[in-house]
């Protein structure tokens, strides 16, 4: 089983008698949801529905989660969850020299689950499993895991988008319970929901394939002249993008080729995604 160390991640605890309560208020997923031995995506927005913070969480004892982010951010991320806690009864504190590391494409680990060092990453249709303060020896890099991450179709924020410009749908937190439609309140939880039930949503994840190795991520995708999206993860000839699929389905439908620069490629939705191209294109664009 293939386990690599994750050198820019960061663990913040949040523990308390209203620690889930506090957070169930404020992230999009659903946290009544959330397993003993798993751990699920979820984002903190801002009030107009955009992500400011992506993460995983999952339970760490009684009273007790773990949010897991980039190592970046994770001092911004504390700070806004101290500004929303209020009087919340929740002790919110960062991990010095978290250490985090992944394992995938096997069931070897399963038995090891448990609710304090490893759980299951929840986005991903094959086993992979997250293992915080303890983990398995390293076999190999983190070139290997990311290579696994977008052949998955899992898009990440700094790679793959920036924060403060997508919104959950864009990033399929929608498709891998990241939002919790059914929960209530959350910030900027109006906007998403509008967008879900009136099924707005055309900038998604989509696998990126091709001939030639991809150019950088942040290439901008084109059709007969028109910007149809642009690249995020890059591994070769394989990566990941945020396209609008109403212009990329105009594009085939059309027969028209895609290119990413100079690079002809090919656009798919992930095979565990239920969205699919819209019947026809947009009034914006016809």
């Keep these: ?49 955009k992500i400011m913070f992506d993460f995983l969480v999952s339970r760490s004892g009684d009273n007790a989660l773990r949010l897991e ?16 806690r209020l009087r919340a009864k929740a002790d919110i504190s960062k991990q010095d020299q978290a250490l985090v590391a992944v394992s ?17 990453d ?20 983190e070139a290997d895991w990311h290579a696994f991450r977008i052949a998955s179709g899992v898009a990440e924020s700094g790679p793959d988008y920036a ?17 919790g439609f059914k929960k ?10 509008r967008m879900q039930h009136r099924g707005t949503a055309r900038r998604r994840v989509l696998l990126v394939t091709a001939g030639a190795d991809l150019p950088a991520a942040g290439t901008e995708l084109r059709a007969d002249g028109k910007v149809v999206g642009a ?11 945020i396209a609008r699929i109403d212009r990329v389905k105009a594009a085939l439908d059309a027969g028209s080729e895609i290119t990413a620069g100079d690079v002809a490629v090919s656009l798919e939705i992930p095979a565990w995604a239920s969205f699919t191209y819209p019947e026809a294109a947009s009034a914006e664009d016809a």
Aim: hydrophobic residues 40%; proline residues 5%.
């Design 184 to 193: 209530g309140c959350f910030i900027g939880q109006e906007v998403v929901s």
């Design 104 to 120: 995938w494409q096997s069931d070897s680990a399963a038995s090891q689950t448990d609710s304090t060092t490893t759980v299951r």
């Design 122 to 141: 929840s986005r991903f249709q094959a086993p992979v499993f997250r293992h915080y303060g303890a983990a398995p020896a390293a076999t190999t890099g």
């Design 231 to 241: 690249l995020g993860s890059v591994d070769g000839k394989n990566g990941l993008a």
């Design 1 to 49: 089983m293939p386990t690599a160390i994750l050198a820019d991640r960061a663990i913040i605890d949040v523990s308390g008698p209203d620690a889930e309560h506090f957070l169930q208020n404020i992230l999009t997923l659903d946290l009544d949801a959330l397993g003993q031995h798993e751990a699920k995506p979820g984002a903190l927005l801002a009030p107009q529905g």
């Design 69 to 84: 982010c980039r190592a970046d951010i994770s001092d911004d991320f504390v700070r806004r969850l101290m500004l929303y």
């Design 163 to 179: 924060l403060a410009d997508a919104f959950p749908h864009d990033v399929l937190l929608d498709q891998m319970g990241g939002v």
